[in-house]
Structure formats: structure tokens, C-alpha cells
């Protein structure tokens, strides 16, 4: 069974920085594709930041050049380094893991606040 933990939201001002951590467990990780998605109040959930298998990365337009996806196979874990917050970031950080058969797995979300 796959399961995804997710850590590091928390509340933080604007232009400030926060790392999230996303632990993977049941499923080869080297293989999955690895993505975060968020989800503001009253909105729908958006694709921001995908990592493949060999690493190539895409990022929505409203984070790039801001937010960094990266994976550590070994851990099995996957990262996005937040930088230059902004309010509208605020919103519920989901990991989500895409298997080669584009099965989809979901951690429990974490919260991350941004304050003006």
C-alpha cells in the first residue's frame, strides 16, 4: 500500500522561504513520477511542481523561478524548496505520487500560510 507523509508547512510572511518533505513508501520510488499540488480555499486543486522518473521538472507559471522540485531516490523522498513567498500561495500542499501504470496516490496534505 502506498503512503505518502507529507511535512514542513507551517505559517511564514511574505518573502520568506519554507521546504516541504514528502516520504514515500510502498511503491518503487525511483520509478514514480512525483508531484505537488495545491489546493487554496474555495478553489480548485492546481498541478504546481512535477518531477519524472530521470528528473526532468515543470512547474506552473505562477511558481517558477520561485519553487525547486527535487527527489532523493535513496530516501524516497521529494522535495519543493519554497522561496519569495506571497500571499497567494497560501493553500493546502498535497504530495502526489504517479505510478507507470498512471495510478495516482495522495498524501493527507499539509498547510501552508502566508501572511502580508
Known amino acids: 500500500q502506498v503512503q505518502l507523509v507529507e511535512s514542513g508547512g507551517g505559517l511564514v510572511q511574505a518573502g520568506g522561504s519554507l521546504n516541504l518533505s514528502c516520504a514515500a513508501s510502498g511503491y518503487i520510488f525511483s520509478i514514480a513520477t512525483m508531484n505537488w499540488y495545491r489546493q487554496a480555499l474555495g478553489k480548485q486543486r492546481e498541478l504546481v511542481a512535477q518531477?519524472?522518473?530521470?528528473?526532468?521538472?515543470n512547474y506552473a507559471d505562477s511558481v517558477k523561478g520561485r519553487f525547486t522540485i527535487s527527489r532523493d531516490n535513496v530516501k524516497k523522498t521529494v522535495y519543493l524548496q519554497m522561496n519569495s513567498l506571497k500571499p497567494e500561495d497560501t493553500a493546502v500542499y498535497y504530495c502526489?505520487?504517479?505510478?507507470?501504470?498512471?495510478?495516482?496516490?495522495w498524501g493527507q496534505g499539509t498547510q501552508v500560510t502566508v501572511s502580508s
Open positions: 502526489n505520487l504517479l505510478t507507470y501504470t498512471s495510478t495516482s496516490h
Open positions: 518531477i519524472t522518473n530521470i528528473g526532468t521538472t
